[in-house]
């Protein structure tokens, strides 16, 4: 989770003085810019707050600290779309497990933090003494655009997930990745028709950070059990897309647990 960074977006108008024809002539060019900006504010942030388990930590625990944050979200007004917690199956030294959450927009969660800390931190410091522990040093935001959406919903508030974080081979770039996209939607499509609808989907997360390493695309998978993950893991390993996805990019994955706990 360390090879991660950043994708900003910035936007600039140039003004002048202009003949009143010229002018009339500018103004599409400027709704376009508005529209761009207003388009940029309302993108929705998934970001992940990195936890590790405290000494006193037990799924328990957890499950009533749980509660307790929700009643603290309840209290506020913040714009929180929904949120979960993710149980690494790779655990490392800063991280046991994540918290995720969708904001409705980057000023949505800058207010957001910004009343946690004033009011709401220390409260869940002293609910949660030795049961867990997060840093902001350790808070990964992005941006999210939902590249296929799942054919079933089962309802369940558990699923698996799995990060891919990806680098172009030599001789492959983005329009690679197009292909690729096409012809992965094309499989599911074909897989699906044969074997039924599936809770699967699959998120591209454009990273709002800085790190030192910068991945072409990051990718975030999710399925609704984890019969039907290695079910269909197992099903493209087999298929000829896994020789091209591996020939076209390196991937590092990483693997979680996940519990919707809002929304």
């Not at 600290?65 to 199956?89: G, R, T």
């Not at 269909?232 to 647990?257: H, R, W």
Request: glycine fraction near 6%; proline fraction near 3%; charge should be negative.
């Amino acid at each position: 989770m360390k090879h991660l960074l950043v994708l900003l977006v910035l936007i600039s108008c140039l003004s002048g003085c202009m003949e009143p024809e010229v002018a009339d002539q500018a103004q599409p060019e400027a709704a376009l810019v508005e529209a761009s900006v207003e388009t940029e504010s309302s993108q929705p942030i998934l970001e992940f707050v990195w936890h590790k388990k405290g000494l006193e930590f037990s799924n328990e625990g957890l499950d009533q600290a749980v509660v307790k944050w929700n009643s603290l979200i309840d209290e506020s007004e913040h714009q929180m779309q929904f949120a979960n917690i993710l149980m690494a199956e790779q655990p490392n030294e800063n991280m046991d497990f994540m918290w995720a959450m969708l904001w409705q927009s980057q000023g949505a969660r800058e207010a957001g933090w910004s009343d946690w800390r004033e009011n709401l931190a220390p409260r869940w410091a002293e609910m949660t003494d030795g049961l867990l522990t997060y840093s902001e040093e350790h808070i990964y935001s992005f941006a999210p655009s939902v590249q296929r959406e799942r054919s079933e919903d089962s309802g369940n508030k558990s699923y698996e997930a799995r990060f891919d974080f990806c680098t172009f081979n030599d001789g492959f770039d983005s329009e690679a990745l197009a292909s690729f996209q096409s012809e992965y939607h094309a499989w599911l499509d074909a897989h699906e028709k044969d074997n039924g609808t599936t809770g699967y989907w699959y998120v591209d997360l454009v990273p709002q950070f800085e790190s030192e390493i910068e991945p072409d695309f990051v990718w975030l998978h999710l399925w609704k059990d984890t019969a039907e993950m290695t079910a269909g893991i197992k099903d493209f390993e087999q298929s000829p897309l896994a020789v091209k996805v591996t020939a076209m990019s390196t991937c590092e994955n990483y693997s979680f647990g996940g519990q919707r706990i809002r929304g």
